[in-house]
């Protein structure tokens, strides 16, 4: 597998969608670049305070370490404690109009390293910087030993795997919003088999769903994770066009919503509901956590949350009302494309 | 041990606080009763928009179940699974002054029963209603199993512990608050050893941190957890010390502070401040993981966010400035008596 090649993907299609965020705004993401001290690093793009974004950040990193943290390895229980490397472009924007939706995009590449090159030759007892060297060294071992390797599978050298997605929380409804954006993500999808969409969107159904709750995070989309039975070209082909398409599945709405007049109640809401986004993201988000545990960015990792909150003890939006219009019509796993 | 008594204490002490709290802040709390569908209830007690408390909530709960969740098993893994009651008092204050700081209280009592008594009985195909039918008449079992039971030993009827403590975390600090919020603390506790108050002070320091900011979460206060090591006489007379003393730990402060004029600029540092008590309980707080896992009542446990919060990126404080002052002579895990 190209592993520089996802890197290099990801740095390209950050600029791209970075640039059309900012002719959108009118405004420019600050780009702010960070080194971690066990391996890697990664340049975060934000914008607060924009003329349409709230608070944005378009997140690039590449990470690596001596221990898979458990949020990674869950679902992989073998790969507990190998080293490893990933990268990934995260990115959440938060429109100030309560009628734009909030919206989120992911996509990330693993890859572990086989236990027996790395665990042998990393003492405990050894300096943290000779430690780094070596796990940098084994990398490169490990990059030059894939020739042994078949992509997907489980070998000597790696594995390894994709996850990513995106998906989309209104605070106020549109069926044509929803049904748009579920599209583009289709059509995403659609050359790698059609069975992969509605898969994809049912997985998105349940990952983004807040079991304390019992609510959807919002109108769903797509989510992938553990990701490599096409093969590594056609898995990498496969996240291409689900990038390629954000700007495409977002944009339109962004554009139709952003000048919708509001008052000071609609954006009571939007910071009510903007509360669901924070319990998601701080109790049940796997990137989150992941981010956390590895010893990740803070600032970068809850750029996610949003500018402003609200919480307000057991309120009920009033019957009929545009806010229970969300309850009932949205929030509901549907499929909006059948 | 006398289960019931821990209980009617802590239902007397939450009338007590709610009175003096209405008294000082001259609007309602309601109460609000509910019931778990898999058994046990409480009552929540909330103010919101008042006076002096933008937010606060007073929760009693006791609740039951066959199975403690791992937030609570975590120090004891040999309780993993066990049919269990807990009771407990829980209480946050936000008030609206940003020179006034946030307090919380909590005191709990948990019993693991005998995994003997209550495993082989309780088949998974039973209905729900059954099952909860004879976790009950076990309870009562086990209760009456207590005379041959030694109070806090593990024995064949249960073992039971106590938890608890408060902890103040300001916006803006003062140091006659510290000193005098940790000196009633030390009070509380002198009564049943010197060396408890260091002991639970330390323990406090260590617990309400923020790993990912490398921030503590305020001034501290006093924690402890799985405590039975005095007997259980001992032990409810401690957590009666603790109890009986929140008031006036946190009421002369409240005073204090409660009519200091302030601008927006203070409003935005305590709603900047806020996000990382959101982050706190979200992410690490013991209590409310145990809450969201035992399928606890989501409103109730979530009562402690506070009523609005901000988030911004990597957002620092002016040199000496008044915000900044609290991250240099406050957030320190100082040792505030010596």
Chains 1, 2 share one sequence.
Request: charged share 25%; with cysteine.
């Amino acid at each position: 597998m190209d592993f520089d090649a996802v890197k290099n993907y990801l740095l390209a299609l950050q600029d791209h969608i970075v640039e059309a965020l900012q002719r959108a705004d009118g405004k420019h993401f600050i780009h702010d670049s960070w080194q971690r001290p066990e391996g890697g690093g990664g340049t975060s793009c934000v914008l607060e305070e924009g003329n349409v974004l709230e608070r944005g950040g378009v997140n690039f990193s590449h990470v690596m370490g001596d221990k898979l943290p458990p949020s990674a390895s869950a679902g992989r229980p073998e790969l507990a404690g190998r080293s490893f490397e990933a990268t990934g472009l995260s990115l959440v924007l938060h429109p100030r109009n309560p009628y734009a939706p909030t919206v989120h995009m992911n996509i990330r590449c693993f890859r572990a390293f086989n236990k027996s090159i790395v665990a042998q030759d990393l003492q405990p007892k050894q300096g943290a910087e000779e430690a780094l060297a070596q796990t940098a060294q084994q990398v490169r071992q490990a990059r030059t030993d894939e020739s042994n390797a078949v992509a997907g599978v489980k070998t000597a050298a790696d594995i390894w795997w994709f996850g990513g997605g995106m998906d989309l929380t209104p605070y106020y409804g549109f069926e044509e919003d929803a049904v748009h954006f579920h599209r583009t993500c289709r059509e995403a999808l659609a050359p790698f088999g059609a069975e992969l969409h509605p898969r994809f969107k049912q997985w998105c159904d349940e990952y983004f769903y807040l079991k304390h709750r019992k609510e959807p995070r919002g109108v769903g989309g797509i989510f992938f994770d553990d990701f490599n039975e096409l093969g590594f070209e056609n898995c990498f082909a496969l996240v291409q066009g689900v990038g390629d398409s954000f700007l495409q599945a977002y944009l339109p709405i962004l554009q139709r919503r952003r000048d919708t007049a509001y008052t000071e109640r609609e954006r009571d809401f939007q910071a009510y509901r903007r509360g669901r986004y924070v319990e998601f993201n701080l109790v049940f988000d796997r990137g989150t956590l992941f981010g956390l545990q590895s010893g990740g960015r803070t600032e970068s990792i809850l750029m996610s949350l949003p500018p402003s909150v609200k919480w307000r003890y057991d309120w009920q939006p009033e019957a009929n009302s545009a806010e229970a219009k969300l309850y009932r019509d949205f929030l509901i796993g549907k499929d909006w494309l059948n």
